[in-house]
C-alpha cells in the first residue's frame, strides 16, 4: 500500500512534537530536533511517550533487541555535543563467529570505523551484579532528552488521530501535536490509526532469554565476539 501527503507544513516556535516511543530512535529523534530547533532560534515542544521503565533490570526494562552499536555512530553523536558515558559500554566488539555444521569460522572486522559496541538496553540482567550506577544506553538517551527540554509521559499512546489535526490518545488522555513521529519499533503493542491507511510490516517470531552464568564465564567463553548460529535441520533459522 502507498500513501502519499500533499499538505505541507513547517514547525515554528510554540509548535508540539509528541514522539511515541522512547527507545533510542524516538530519544534520537528528540535530541537532534531540539539541537537544530535552537540552532534555528526555534522554541519547540517536545514530548516523548514511552511506558517502559529503562531503570528495571531484566526483561521488563529491556526493549527486547540487541544492544549492538556501530563505533561510527557513537562520534556522529558529538554533532549534539552527546557523549555516551564509558561505564555504559559493556564491551568492544571486534570479530564475529559462526557456528555451523561444519564448525566455527572466525571472522575479524576489516574496518575500524565497522566495529561496533555492545550496550545493555535495559539495567542489566535479571540476576546481574548491583550496578553502581545506571548502565541502561535507553535511560541515559531518554534522560539526556528530558535534561534537555523534552517532556517524557510514563503512558502507552493506543490511538493515533491525524485529522482535522494530529493528536495522540493514551488511556489517560489526549494530546494534540503538530508532528507525530512514530518510533515504537515492531514490537510495541497495537496502535489504533485514524485517518491513515498504515500497516505493519512482515515480522518473524523471535525468542530471546536470559542465561545466568557469570560475567567471568561469559568474557572466557564468548570474549569480544558476536556468536552468530546457524542450525541444520531444525524449525530455528538462526541464532545469536
Request: proline share 9%; hydrophobic share 40%.
Amino acid at each position: 500500500m502507498h500513501w502519499r501527503s500533499t499538505r505541507q507544513a513547517s514547525l515554528r516556535s510554540g509548535s508540539h512534537l509528541a514522539i511515541v516511543g522512547g527507545g533510542p530512535a524516538g530519544s534520537f529523534f528528540a535530541l537532534f530536533a531540539l539541537h537544530y530547533a535552537r540552532a534555528l532560534g526555534l522554541d519547540l515542544h517536545v514530548t516523548i511517550f514511552e511506558p517502559r521503565d529503562f531503570s528495571r533490570p531484566g526483561p521488563w526494562g529491556c526493549n527486547m533487541c540487541a544492544g549492538l552499536i556501530p563505533v561510527h555512530v557513537l562520534r556522529e553523536l558529538a554533532e549534539i555535543d552527546l557523549a555516551v558515558p564509558g561505564h555504559i559500554i559493556q564491551s568492544y566488539i571486534s570479530h564475529y563467529t559462526l557456528h555451523t555444521a561444519a564448525g566455527q569460522i572466525h571472522l575479524p572486522q576489516p574496518d575500524p570505523d565497522q566495529d561496533v559496541v555492545s550496550v545493555y538496553r535495559g539495567h542489566g540482567p535479571r540476576y546481574g551484579p548491583p550496578w553502581p550506577e545506571p548502565i541502561s544506553f535507553d535511560r541515559f538517551l531518554l534522560d539526556t532528552a528530558r535534561a534537555r527540554g523534552a517532556q517524557v509521559i510514563r503512558e502507552r499512546v493506543t490511538t493515533i488521530t491525524l485529522k482535522p489535526r494530529p493528536r495522540v490518545e493514551t488511556s489517560r488522555a489526549s494530546f494534540p501535536a503538530d508532528l507525530v513521529v512514530l518510533a515504537a519499533g515492531v514490537n510495541r503493542p497495537a496502535i489504533h490509526f485514524t485517518d491513515l491507511p498504515y500497516r505493519l510490516p512482515p515480522r518473524r517470531k523471535m525468542a530471546q532469554a536470559e542465561i545466568c552464568i557469570g560475567t567471568d564465564a561469559v568474557r572466557s567463553i564468548l570474549g569480544d565476539s558476536v556468536h552468530l548460529f546457524l542450525p541444520r535441520h531444525t524449525a530455528l533459522e538462526f541464532g545469536t
